[in-house]
């Protein structure tokens, strides 16, 4: 497949995911407009070959409307979107507010449908594909994670919208499912476990919190192991709706076929477990 002049658009460019999927598909020759909000992190990506730095912020339409004017300015054309940016925001539901929920679906659904909207125009023209990067967590609902297993629920509804939309116009939407990866959201994630003292929930999801900190740093994917998955879904003429990258497959199987009150037990005594150690 060609890749000269084929220009992609990665939004949350910096770090993780994004940044993986920046220098892997650069390495193969695509063009990569690579979004980041730090100036730091923008002369970073900058630097690379095959890339061109963006200021980008997800929740802010201005630099959505200068984005797409670079954009127009520079190639007039994208051939994929893949809408990486996106945060994480955890603990006890009843702890947490109403703003704090909203903030969480402004960058998780909002930024992806303020951008999609945004650039929607050079996909139709190139026939091209756009990359929802969901999670494990867009399918299965775990304990103190409610915020963000909340906008992945909803990223995955409106992009299985969205694809039987844009499948009339031959442009294709497809679903990333990440588990566990080794990026640096688990160190952010340590400044949570403090938030809620005093809640009647604290030990239950601080040590539930401890224990996913420890799994997603000592037995993790490479975030290099998305854009693997990701070039593979570039260059297939029909790829699969969804990509499930996790270390631990059976597993993931398995939630989505177990009853839920099952999975309510089993989740009970582990946190239990764990709370108590």
Known sequence: ??????????????????????????????????????????????????????????????????????????????????????????????????????????????????????????????????????????????????????????????SDSLRRELSLFKVDVIILEPGRINTPIWDKGRALLDKFKGSMFEKYARGLGEYAIKQGKEDSLDPKEVAEVIYEALIDEKPKTRYLVVPDKFRNKLLKILPDRTIDKILAKQIKKLSSQ
């Not at 893949?82 to 109403?98: R, T």
């Open 1 to 158: 497949m060609i890749t000269q002049d084929k220009w992609i658009l990665i939004t949350g460019a910096s770090t993780g995911i994004g940044h993986a999927c920046t220098e892997y598909l650069a390495s193969k020759g695509y063009k990569i407009y690579a979004g980041a909000r730090k100036k730091i992190d923008l002369k970073e990506l900058d630097a690379l070959k095959n890339v061109k730095a963006l200021k980008l912020d997800v929740t802010q339409q201005e630099t959505v409307d200068e984005a797409v004017n670079i954009i127009k300015n520079t190639s007039n054309s994208l051939f994929a979107l893949i809408n990486n940016a996106g945060i994480a925001l955890a603990g006890p539901l009843m702890d947490i507010s109403v703003s704090e929920i909203r903030s969480q679906f402004e960058v998780n659904l909002l930024g992806v449908h303020r951008v999609t909207q945004a650039v929607f125009p050079f996909l139709l023209e190139s026939q091209g594909k756009i990359f929802m990067m969901s999670s494990n967590s867009g399918f299965f609902a775990a304990p103190f994670f409610g915020p963000y297993n909340a906008s992945k629920f909803a990223l995955e509804g409106y």
